[in-house]
T-cell receptor, first 115, second 116 residues
Framework: AQSVTQLDSHVSVSEGTPVLLRCNYS??????LFWYVQHPNKGLQLLLKYTSAATLVKGINGFEAEFKKSETSFHLTKPSAHMSDAAEYFCVVSDRNGGYNKLIFGAGTRLAVHP | EAGVAQSPRYKIIEKRQSVAFWCNPISGHATLYWYQQILGQGPKLLIQ????????DSQLPKDRFSAERLKGVDSTLKIQPAKLEDSAVYLC??????????????FGPGTRLTVL
């Protein structure tokens, strides 16, 4: 079965400094991987997705993630944090269920951004 | 385009009572999902519909939870009777299809359930 492990439950950065949110995955086949963001009292929003094309994936709001098969990792990065980036981030793997895909979420990483 | 709508946004009930949540997916989306998100955890899929048929309900506690999607559009999730451990945010999502290719899921704002 597919699974993801988010290595940090909380990350705190200063505004303007780089962001790194770590995610490792487990998959018996070439996975589809996603990062979602959840702001307080708002729905989950897709940041970016990897579906076996380019290993460096660019998403919205300046975020990007690199798929590294040898390390089974899909870490999320951003060069410079903004206050508005403070939210919960979920690493997600897609699991095949017959002819359908099923999302398996990690436990989440809460990102705090300080002035 | 309008997003996924859910109501109510908040609900407080006592244990052993019943509760129902409603979801209206994005127009034209064939696949609808209900997730349970317990505080401090990632969302967990409860049930997935393709049009008005159930594709996956393997993690739905069927002794107390039920869901339906009449006419392949709106959906209702019910809990009867509720337990304390059902306190969570219930998220609805929809996608154009459930298979590979056009299965990006769009999420509603969720219903926060508190069971006392």
């Amino acid at each position: 079965a597919q699974s993801v492990t988010q290595l940090d439950s909380h990350v705190s950065v200063s505004e303007g400094t780089p962001v790194l949110l770590r995610c490792n995955y487990s998959s018996s086949y070439s996975p589809s991987l996603f990062w979602y963001v959840q702001h307080p009292n708002k729905g989950l929003q897709l940041l970016l997705k990897y579906t076996s094309a380019a290993t460096l994936v660019k998403g919205i709001n300046g975020f990007e993630a690199e798929f590294k098969k040898s390390e089974t990792s899909f870490h999320l990065t951003k060069p410079s944090a903004h206050m508005s980036d403070a939210a919960e981030y979920f690493c997600v793997v897609s699991d095949r269920n017959g002819g359908y895909n099923k999302l398996i979420f990690g436990a989440g990483t809460r990102l705090a951004v300080h002035p | 385009e309008a997003g996924v709508a859910q109501s109510p946004r908040y609900k407080i009930i006592e244990k052993r009572q019943s509760v129902a949540f409603w979801c209206n997916p994005i127009s034209g989306h064939a696949t609808l999902y209900w997730y349970q998100q317990i505080l401090g955890q990632g969302p967990k899929l409860l049930i997935q519909f393709q049009n008005n048929g159930v594709v996956d309900d393997s993690q739905l506690p069927k002794d107390r939870f039920s869901a339906e999607r009449l006419k392949g559009v709106d959906s209702t999730l019910k809990i009867q009777p509720a337990k304390l451990e059902d306190s969570a945010v219930y998220l609805c999502a929809s996608s154009i299809s459930g298979g590979a290719g056009r299965n990006e899921q769009f999420f509603g704002p969720g219903t926060r359930l508190t069971v006392l």
